[in-house]
């Protein structure tokens, strides 16, 4: 007990000691001191810093979760082809569109989608995907609008050729895509390699078997003729060339045309066409021809 008490005795006296000598310099010290208010004022200015840096990093995760449900457009542009004139581009991310004639696209690249709109004639596509599994979780969505049909690519090359402002069809050449009526809550319809499927405005068709020589036919400026209605040859023709056909009577529109041609030269059809149906075929001027009965 009494070592005790002599070593507590020791400290206190250390203490006072220590005490007595800094009292010299506390004149000089305490204006370097901050007082109490100041070391209140810091720690509030750190709580402070705190909540600021909580609330910027939840800031910024709450407008990355905003743009990417939002999915804004950072590029945007539109190619388009003449009459006559076929063309090809690629997206930076590999992905391969070939334009028919007289056709015209709009591209978007969105933030997790890549989407295209078909607004006028013909294109083929043959999307990148990511080598990588892991990585395709996180891969875009390639889509593509044609008139009221949807066409979302699930690894694949299709072609789709717009009719009018309603009506598309799309054909697969390798994989699979997913069709829909855009807007509609109905299921997605998936076709496979070698399928097509037209839409009559909000009506998707049936899926039929598709003749995929005849619809790559034109990417080697070739025009097939299976069986096709005259009138519609004529339109074929005319997506190539400007000249004019007079059908002078209504049912020869719809004779049954077949043979392979090139997209460019509609004149030697005109010249063929006799052989081939009973019609009678007169050109009048430099550009324009009448088809008759015979």
Same mark, same amino acid.
């Not at 799309?170 to 809550?185: D, L, T």
């Given at each position: 007990m009494n070592l005790k008490k002599t070593y507590k005795c020791n400290e206190t006296g250390n203490l006072q000691e220590v005490q007595r000598k800094l009292a010299c310099f506390e004149d000089d010290i305490l204006p370097f001191l901050p007082s109490k208010e100041a070391i209140l004022a810091r720690a509030k200015q750190r709580q402070l810093k705190k909540k600021t840096f909580g609330a910027s990093i939840l800031s910024v995760l709450g407008l990355s979760i905003g743009l990417y449900w939002y999915n804004p457009v950072y590029q945007q542009f539109d190619a388009f082809t003449v009459k006559g004139q076929q063309d090809q581009l690629s997206l930076k991310d590999g992905s391969l569109i070939r334009l028919n004639s007289n056709t015209q696209i709009q591209v978007s690249e969105r933030l997790r989608s890549r989407e295209i709109v078909l607004k006028q004639g013909e294109a083929s596509f043959r999307v990148a995907h990511s080598a990588s599994a892991w990585q395709k979780p996180f891969e875009r969505s390639f889509i593509v609008t044609a008139g009221k049909m949807d066409i979302i690519d699930i690894g694949t090359v299709f072609n789709v050729q717009k009719h009018n402002a309603t009506d598309a069809t !799309?054909? !697969?050449?390798?994989?699979?895509?997913?069709?829909? +009526?855009?807007?509609? &809550?109905n299921a997605m319809i998936h076709l496979l390699h070698g399928q097509t499927l037209s839409n009559y405005r909000e009506q998707l068709g049936q899926i039929r078997q598709a003749d995929l020589y005849a619809i790559q036919a034109w990417q080697?400026?070739?025009? !097939?003729? @299976?069986?096709? $209605?005259?009138? /519609?040859? +004529?339109? @074929?023709?005319?997506?190539?060339?400007?000249?004019?056909? &007079?059908?002078?009577? $209504?049912?020869?529109? #719809?004779?049954?045309? /077949?043979?392979?041609? %090139? /997209? %460019? @030269?509609? #004149? #030697?059809?005109?010249?063929?066409? $006799? /052989? !081939?149906?009973?019609? %009678?075929?007169?050109? +009048?001027?430099? %550009?324009?021809w009448i088809i008759k009965k015979n």
């Open positions: !799309v054909a !697969v050449e390798e994989g699979e895509v997913a069709v829909k +009526i855009r807007g509609s &809550q080697s400026g070739e025009l !097939v003729l @299976n069986q096709m $209605p005259l009138g /519609t040859v +004529i339109e @074929n023709f005319q997506r190539y060339a400007d000249f004019e056909v &007079q059908i002078q009577q $209504p049912e020869l529109a #719809q004779l049954q045309v /077949t043979g392979q041609f %090139k /997209t %460019k @030269n509609y #004149q #030697q059809f005109m010249q063929v066409l $006799p /052989t !081939v149906a009973a019609v %009678k075929v007169e050109q +009048i001027a430099e %550009k324009q």
